[in-house]
């Protein structure tokens, strides 16, 4: 362990002791929430971030390690383990270092060098690398002339031996090395369109048909969007390099020295080795790294959008009508209590004759009427304009708010809203997806397929695994931050608490569904499958309202409550007084709370959650308003002010919703006054926000917006 903490920190840079702390934590089975939460002191107030980086660097290395165990077992049972090769693979830091070395040892399929070997010029390649002062061309090569051996004359043995010193030059480990560090700094990306796929037709790769740019420099969206290209047989892709130069490094690299006669025959090899074998291997090796970085940049904007919409602020808990627009079909309509049970459901026609649009307006009075809110949840697709105008006239005294709906048909037709609402037609789900994200983004937006969502660049073309990673940290993040309501919470948000999982998540609402809501913290003990350590990771981070204990609804942890209770009675208070109790609370003395386990960054936290119990972290809520007079690409004119919501962020800009069914773009040079690097610095999805429109191309559908000089 000490040697695996001292080896993270020193790679992380993080004090020796906190990341001790971490692992032997981790090894106990804490998660990174409870750890960032209820253990800064043994962390030393390292925060999420750092303490999934620890743990992200120990599976690394777990997984090094047993390559290089996987490896050293190989060559030992081939009988070529020396000790200076083992020195060298316990000496390796990378995963490339281990391959470049176990390369040699690896068993090969039948290839030019195996076929050479197997014909007897093995010798005959290593005087090649040798180099002999003395070496007659003719008479080294004649002995192997064979017609048994398919030698037929002295140019085919030094093919074969060629062939032989070229595998052998392009197996080494510090060539391959070096070679890769070229390509790495060095190699540019270029692409040229395939004339079959292309000629007389319009791509949307069009931008690539003749494309230079290092990669090195090369953003993530631009090699995807290349990648994709090429996948789909349009673009034809490569990687230049300086050939000429790399070739003459690995001539110095094998020594060629020109005084012996075999130096030709090395130099031939060493350039038929790089042409044949190494550089497609390293251009492969090269391109894959590239794409791999452009994959994890795509997922970490993709995450960063995701943390922002999950943790939009909430309605809250009040009653909502929503509605799902359609022209066609109808707008179908519900109504959702403050805890967003489905109320009622029902189609009406706005968009129809007078006759419809006023039976329409009476059927939606008549709806408001018997089940009050406040605000109305109107979804932003087709037709989503328009019908807030409806809503607007024929329920004036009510907010109308637009509500994404990104994903809420692929909710509709899910199992998730199969089994929330098996009777119920998929439409009506898609409108009660609506109205519930409205209340709360978090709680509803967990049940969907983030790649639904419509945010991030390229996310359908991330790797799975890679993908769902950075999904399941994001979310866990936002929902242990936020807390979750036990009693009222669904399987799909409680499964992201820390400790719960999918499993134990059913278990405790089938708990609920036949004991009756949670009367408190201590009560968890009784679901299945919830066992010491599991209530230890998770009952801070669940909420019970009006709970036996009155610290039930907060974020202090169940096993802090005996010093809360020591904290009340020392201030002349009690527990159920002393929260929210603001001239108590400030006769609090945490000094005299220090202990092993307990000094000021909890007992902070403490106080803090003492103060304003159960808060949510969260902002709060605003509703955005577009203008009432444009409604489509068409009423927009250069230079027009709009205020609009950010629906995505990409490394090239910000993409704003002003109303108009259309997103508008902000280039990354238009959302500032002042030079942005990252538009993460200055935006993020669901923000509001002025700008100005700087061009419309009505053919293509194209807005061009700015944020530069307005007001927000």
């Known amino acids: 362990?000490?040697?695996?903490?001292?080896?993270?920190?020193?790679?992380?840079?993080?004090?020796?002791?906190?990341?001790?702390?971490?692992l032997a934590l981790l090894d106990e089975g804490a998660t990174v929430p409870f750890i960032a939460r209820y253990r800064k002191e043994r962390t030393g107030l390292l925060d999420e971030v750092a303490i999934r980086a620890i743990a992200d660097r120990r599976d690394m290395l777990s997984d090094l390690d047993k390559r290089r165990a996987t490896i050293l077992a190989s060559i030992r049972e081939q009988g070529q383990l020396t000790a200076a090769l083992e020195q060298a693979l316990m000496a390796c830091t990378t995963k490339a270092a281990l391959e470049d070395l176990y390369l040699p040892f690896k068993k090969k399929r039948k290839t030019k060098a195996s076929v050479a070997r197997e014909r007897g010029l093995e010798p005959l390649a290593l005087k090649i690398l040798a180099q002999?002062?003395?070496?007659?061309?003719?008479?080294?090569?004649r002995p192997y002339v064979s017609a048994k051996n398919e030698l037929p004359d002295e140019a085919a043995v030094w093919d074969g031996a060629r062939?032989?010193?070229?595998?052998?030059?392009?197996?080494?480990?510090?060539?391959?090395a070096h070679v890769r560090a070229i390509f790495g700094k060095h190699a540019r990306v270029a692409t040229s369109a395939i004339k079959k796929a292309t000629e007389g037709k319009r791509t949307a790769y069009e931008d690539y048909y003749d494309f230079r740019e290092p990669g090195t420099r090369i953003p993530s969206h631009r090699y995807l969007a290349i990648a994709r290209g090429e996948d789909e047989g349009v673009l034809r892709v490569k990687l230049e390099i300086d050939d000429d130069k790399i070739v003459g490094d690995v001539h110095r690299m094998v020594g060629v020295d020109r005084r012996s006669p075999a130096a030709g025959a090395l130099e031939q090899a060493t350039r038929e080795g790089y042409e044949r074998l190494l550089r497609p291997s390293i251009e492969n090796e090269t391109r894959a790294e590239l794409k791999a970085r452009a994959e994890r940049e795509a997922a970490t904007v993709f995450a960063k959008n995701l943390e922002s919409i999950l943790l939009a602020p909430p309605l809250g808990e009040r009653a909502v009508l929503a509605i799902d627009p359609?022209?066609?079909?109808?707008?179908?309509?519900?109504?959702?209590?403050?805890?967003?049970?489905?109320?009622?459901?029902?189609?009406?026609?706005?968009?129809?004759?007078?006759?419809?649009?006023?039976?329409?307006?009476a059927e939606?009075?008549?709806?408001?009427?018997?089940?009050?809110?406040?605000?109305?949840?109107?979804?932003?697709?087709?037709?989503?304009r328009e019908t807030e105008a409806f809503v607007r006239e024929a329920v004036p005294d009510t907010t109308v708010v637009s509500v994404s709906e990104a994903g809420a048909s692929v909710y509709s037709a899910s199992d998730i809203a199969r089994a929330e609402f098996p009777d119920l037609d998929l439409t009506y789900r898609g409108a009660v997806s609506i109205g519930r994200r409205l209340q709360d983004p978090l709680a509803e937006l967990v049940k969907i397929d983030p790649k639904a969502l419509g945010v991030g660049q390229y996310q359908h073309d991330i790797?799975?695994?890679?993908?769902?990673?950075?999904?399941?940290?994001?979310?866990?993040?936002?929902v242990n931050r936020v807390g979750v309501d036990v009693n009222t919470a669904s399987p799909s948000l409680l499964e992201h608490v820390a400790g719960i999982g999918p499993t134990l998540a059913k278990n405790i609402v089938a708990h609920r569904q036949q004991h009756g809501a949670?009367?408190?913290?201590?009560?968890?003990?009784?679901?299945?499958?919830?066992?010491?350590?599991?209530?230890?990771?998770?009952?801070?981070?669940?909420?019970?309202?009006?709970?036996?204990?009155?610290?039930?609804?907060?974020?202090?942890?169940?096993?802090r409550y005996a010093l809360v209770e020591r904290m009340a009675r020392d201030v002349g208070s009690s527990t159920d007084k002393i929260v929210g109790d603001a001239?108590?609370?400030?006769?609090?003395?945490?000094?005299?709370?220090?202990?092993?386990?307990?000094?000021?960054?909890?007992?902070?936290?403490?106080?803090?959650?003492?103060?304003?119990?159960?808060?949510?972290?969260?902002?709060?809520?605003?509703?955005?308003?577009?203008?009432?007079?444009?409604?489509?690409?068409?009423?927009?004119?250069?230079?027009?002010?709009?205020?609009?919501?950010?629906?995505?962020?990409?490394?090239?800009?910000?993409?704003?919703?002003?109303?108009?069914?259309?997103?508008?773009?902000?280039?990354?040079?238009?959302?500032?006054?002042?030079?942005?690097?990252?538009?993460?610095?200055?935006?993020?999805?669901?923000?509001?926000?002025?700008?100005?429109?700087?061009?419309?191309?009505?053919?293509?559908?194209?807005?061009?917006?700015?944020?530069?000089?307005?007001?927000?």
Do not use: W
Not at 132 to 141: Q, T, Y
Not at 343 to 361: I, N, W
Not at 526 to 537: I, T
Not at 544 to 557: Q, T, W
């Open 163 to 176: 062939d032989i010193v070229a595998e052998l030059v392009s197996d080494r480990a510090d060539v391959r």
């Open 1 to 22: 362990m000490n040697e695996l903490a001292s080896r993270i920190a020193r790679d992380l840079d993080l004090p020796l002791a906190a990341v001790a702390a971490v």
């Open 463 to 478: 790797p799975e695994k890679l993908l769902r990673e950075r999904v399941d940290v994001v979310v866990e993040t936002a």
């Open 583 to 712: 001239p108590a609370i400030a006769k609090i003395d945490i000094r005299r709370y220090f202990g092993d386990d307990l000094g000021e960054p909890t007992l902070r936290d403490i106080v803090a959650e003492l103060a304003r119990p159960g808060r949510d972290p969260r902002a709060a809520f605003e509703a955005p308003r577009f203008r009432d007079d444009v409604n489509g690409v068409a009423d927009l004119e250069v230079g027009m002010e709009l205020e609009g919501v950010v629906t995505n962020v990409t490394p090239f800009g910000a993409f704003v919703d002003i109303g108009v069914h259309q997103d508008g773009l902000v280039h990354v040079s238009e959302l500032a006054d002042r030079f942005v690097e990252d538009p993460h610095e200055v935006v993020h999805p669901g923000q509001r926000v002025t700008v100005r429109v700087l061009s419309v191309d009505h053919e293509r559908k194209r807005i061009a917006l700015s944020r530069k000089g307005t007001r927000t």
């Open 132 to 141: 002999p002062r003395s070496f007659d061309l003719g008479r080294e090569a």
């Open 518 to 559: 949670f009367t408190g913290r201590s009560a968890l003990r009784k679901v299945s499958g919830l066992g010491p350590q599991r209530f230890e990771q998770a009952a801070g981070f669940l909420r019970i309202r009006r709970g036996e204990h009155p610290l039930d609804a907060s974020a202090v942890h169940p096993e």
């Open 364 to 384: 939606l009075q008549a709806i408001a009427r018997r089940h009050p809110a406040d605000t109305i949840a109107v979804g932003s697709g087709t037709g989503g």
């Open 326 to 361: 359609g022209f066609r079909t109808g707008c179908k309509v519900v109504a959702l209590s403050a805890q967003g049970e489905l109320l009622m459901h029902k189609t009406v026609f706005p968009h129809g004759s007078a006759a419809e649009r006023a039976r329409a307006a």
